[in-house]
């Protein structure tokens, strides 16, 4: 038969699911001799039973209740009746304090303390309490009673309980823990307990323990009272004793806020051995449960209880704190810290908060979508190209497209009403580590200067702020608590790397981009893509002009500035990487990303290159392609126009040699996107080869069609690497398009067709499978090959560790994902063996 009802020293705290948090945690704390006051747990088994199969089950459960209770052989016997969930929902459920209480146990007591007041005290909040939470009778219902002594008082609220009830108040034990015990069961499902489950994604079916417990009293007299401390200071993380207290009063005091509580510290005056003992319990529960303690606490007559333990909330600041201290106090091992760090509280550190007393000083005038993390405040900007060098500016956007690059980058943060999480502004954002909210269909941008968010009228140059984690906006300026790349976290990352198998590089396409990834602890470039070097304001033009051109004498002209500019990026990249290696990837996207799309830049190019409008507007449509995504890109474009290769190669030459003279190291890999057929690459590494005579570089291809992964033992003869750029693998392997699957994203997931957005988790079941089968057939034939990750999912947790237990030697994400990758890499090595 199925035990229901545990003994303290019958559980531990691993039985949480069974005996609630509290009561395992009780159970752990009795096995340690913490003084707690002794009990019994009735399990979340037993609340399930019960509230499937009322009446019957509880006459069955009686006896088993009453045979532990009556091992208690304290006198007077007064318990308290507390619940307690597997997972922790504070406040969300009940506690009866007192129970046992009737006329005759009162009479006892007053003899035996000779303190009237405690006991009737005692005895008239027992009732309140169990009218409450049994019955539902407001306390409201017993306050304006008149009486003259205190067994009045206690006869009237019985009294008021009878009218309301149309019973009488219970008077044995046995029925007031009955009901008692019940009612705690049946609170699992009131209103506000099902409202949290549902808010944190908890379980329905779990059920309550309950926990029957002597009581100690904190009322008793001055030396008696009830408090909660944690073990450490949970804003900072600092060792300390954070808390509060108060004497003469018992634990709901606190709660409920009728009195104002004094600082811990200022027991160690008026109760300093009481104190010191607190103190000494706090360490050893913290070393015991590995984790800060939230610990609740009563004082009986200078004698000290615990009552309650748990692994107590804190800040994403203070939870690194604590984690680097207890490592250097031996209470974990560094392995045990890395696995405790949650990579979104890395991220939260990184990205810095409003201060509580701003967030409660303002309230969100709107939402949008939270696609970047982090806060920003500044002043209202709506053209990119207006935002000054330096100053504070949010960037309001109905979409962001690639010419607001250079405005996004000088704005603290960016807004747009339209877009996803995926759109172009969410991923550029996340790739600068720049806060951004997408999707805000509140706001209405009326003209070039006035808006409107949520109806509230604004205009440029007024203050908003906004949190990419919630995706809340605020109107005026927010105080903003920045933590940048602390000591602490470069601990941490210096330690998961030593834990790591995986390597992680940063997909950087600028220098300031490379140094941001050197300084996180980067070990090289993984994917540097080199368009991206080419939007900048000086630059575009000359790209413009060169897709324009209908001669190759013309282009290679314009290609010979262009080959001068792009030479001085690589060059000033090589030297911030410092002789690790650097992924260059040729030119990938289609041309006509970078053409003229106003009128008046036609006009200006038109000018400058001496041809007419028309015959611009002609080339453009010519260049239009339906569905570029699939179109003249890649390697196809160095096979089209071998001399763009050709430029790019020959940039990298005069950086090379100029490394040389400088006797800066380097080493670099030249990947070609795109390729499905081996003929692709043969056909350009034949001359780049020929170009690349008598310098020291890898080649290789980034893998990111299916055909190529299918046909990967051809293509892996005549590379040394692949890197498998895993954003276009999947839009190629789903058929869908990263830009157009925000239309229907939501729904997939949604009907759970999708289990994630496969652009933010990578599709392993397909996409991974891919993988396994390339990385297979390209070992075969090369077994030398060297493989990489260079798609966005290196910055996911959870692909990362789908990462790990493939033969790839290093993946790649945006230089701000760094921390959380190379966290994730050694969380998923280290996981392998625990
Ligand atoms: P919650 O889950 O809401 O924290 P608890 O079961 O911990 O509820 O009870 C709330 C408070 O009631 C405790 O912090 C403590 O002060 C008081 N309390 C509970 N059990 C006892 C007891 N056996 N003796 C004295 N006080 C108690
Ligand atoms: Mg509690
Ligand atoms: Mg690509």
Redesign the pocket.
């Known amino acids: 038969m199925e035990k229901f009802v545990y003994f303290f020293k019958e559980g531990n705290k691993n039985m949480s699911n069974l005996l609630g948090g ?1 009561g395992a945690n009780l159970c752990e704390m009795s096995s340690i001799n913490i003084p707690i ?1 002794q ?1 019994i747990i009735i399990t979340t088994s037993a609340c399930n039973n019960f509230l499937k199969n009322k009446d019957d089950f509880f006459q069955n459960l009686k006896p088993e209740i009453l045979a532990a209770v009556s091992t208690f052989k304290k006198k007077p016997l007064l ?2 009746v ?3 969930a597997p997972i922790s929902m ?2 969300m ?1 009940d ?1 009866i ?1 007192n129970l046992g209480f009737n006329d005759s146990l009162a009479n006892y007591l007053i003899e035996k303390t000779n303190n009237e007041k405690f006991v009737y005290e005692s005895y008239s909040r027992f009732i309140l309490m169990f009218s409450e939470i049994v019955m539902g009778i407001p306390k409201s219902k017993f306050n304006n009673i008149s009486f003259s002594n205190y067994s009045e008082k206690i006869s009237k609220l019985k009294n008021i309980y009878k009218v309301i009830t149309n019973t009488l108040f219970p008077e044995t034990l046995e029925e007031q823990l009955f009901l008692a015990i019940k009612a705690i069961f049946n609170s699992w499902n009131n209103e506000r307990a099902i409202l949290y489950r549902d808010l944190h994604n908890i379980s329905h079916d779990l059920g309550t323990a309950v ?1 029957v ?6 009322n008793f007299n001055d030396k008696s009272g ?1 408090g ?1 401390i944690f073990s450490r200071n949970p804003s900072n993380g600092k060792k300390e004793l954070y808390g509060e207290y108060i004497l003469k009063a ?3 005091d ?2 409920a806020g009728l009195i104002t509580p004094f600082d811990i510290s200022n027991l160690n005056n008026q109760l300093p051995e009481i104190y010191s003992e607190l103190k000494k319990y706090s360490e050893i529960l913290e070393k015991h449960f590995k984790d800060m303690q939230d610990i ?1 606490f ?1 004082i009986e007559n200078g004698k000290l ?1 615990i ?2 333990t748990r692994n107590g909330k804190r800040t994403p600041e203070a939870n690194l704190n604590i984690l680097l201290d207890f490592v250097n106090e031996n209470i974990l091992s560094k392995e045990e810290a890395i696995i405790k760090i949650d990579s979104s509280c890395l991220e939260a550190v990184l990205c810095g908060s409003f201060t509580e007393k701003s967030l409660k000083e303002n309230s969100p005038i709107a939402i949008g979508l939270p696609a970047s993390n982090g806060v920003a405040t500044g002043k209202i900007i709506l053209n990119s190209n207006n935002i000054p060098e330096d100053g504070d500016y949010i960037l309001l956007r109905e979409e962001t497209s690639p010419e607001d690059l250079k405005g996004m980058y000088l704005a603290n943060g960016i807004l747009t009403s339209k877009g996803g999480r995926t759109s172009h502004g969410a991923v550029v954002a996340r790739g600068m580590g720049k806060c951004c909210i997408t999707g805000c269909d509140s706001l209405k941008i009326e003209n070039d200067h006035s808006l409107t968010i949520n109806n509230i009228p604004l205009k440029e140059g007024d203050y908003i702020s906004i949190d990419g984690g919630t995706g809340y906006i605020y109107k005026g300026k927010l105080e903003i608590e920045k933590n940048n790349l602390n000591t602490n976290i470069k601990t941490f990352i210096n330690w998961s790397l030593e834990f790591s198998k995986l390597r992680v590089r940063v997909n950087a396409d600028t220098p300031e981009d490379a140094l941001v990834g050197y300084n996180f602890g980067a070990e090289g470039i993984g994917l540097c893509r080199t368009e991206h070097m080419f939007f900048k304001e000086d630059r575009i033009w000359k790209i413009r002009q060169m897709i324009l051109s209908t001669t190759i004498e013309e282009r290679k002209n314009i290609l010979q500035l262009l080959s001068f500019i792009q030479f001085k990026d690589f060059y000033d990249i090589f030297k911030v990487m410092k002789g690790l290696p650097v992924n260059i990837r040729l030119l990938d996207p289609p041309l006509h990303e970078f053409l003229p799309k106003t009128s008046y830049d036609k006009v200006f190019l038109s000018n400058k290159m001496n041809i007419s409008i028309k015959e611009i507007e002609e080339r453009i449509i010519s260049l239009n392609e339906h569905n570029p995504m699939l179109g003249h890109r890649g390697c196809r474009l160095g096979i089209s126009f071998p001399e763009i290769y050709e430029m790019q190669i020959s940039a990298i030459k005069f950086a090379l040699d100029r490394c040389k003279r400088e006797n800066i190291p380097t080493s670099i890999e030249i990947m070609i996107p795109f390729v499905g057929y081996v003929e692709e690459l043969q056909y350009i590494k034949k001359y780049i080869t020929e170009q690349l005579k008598g310098y020291e570089y890898k080649i290789g291809t980034m893998i990111e069609l299916p055909r190529a992964c299918i046909l990967s033992h051809e293509i892996s003869k005549h590379v040394d690497f692949f890197s498998y750029g895993t954003n276009d693998l999947t839009q190629t392997t789903l058929g869908i398009s990263r830009d157009d699957s925000i239309k229907f994203l939501n729904t997939y997931q949604n009907k759970l067709i999708y289990k994630h957005d496969p652009f933010k988790t990578l599709d392993k079941d397909g996409v991974g499978t891919l993988l396994k089968t390339s990385i297979e057939l390209g070992k075969t034939n090369n077994s030398n090959l060297k493989l990489g990750v260079c798609g966005e999912h290196g910055g996911d947790p959870e692909s990362i560790k789908f990462f790990n237990q493939l033969p790839i030697e290093y993946i790649s994400c945006s230089p701000f994902k760094i921390p959380v990758a190379i966290l994730s890499a050694a969380q998923s090595e280290i996981s392998k063996n625990f």
């Open positions: 509290k006051p009990g318990f308290s507390r619940s307690g504070p406040g459920m506690t304090l926990v417990q002597e009581m100690v009293f904190g009830t909660v018992q634990g709901e606190i709660v609740e009563t209880f009552l309650q």
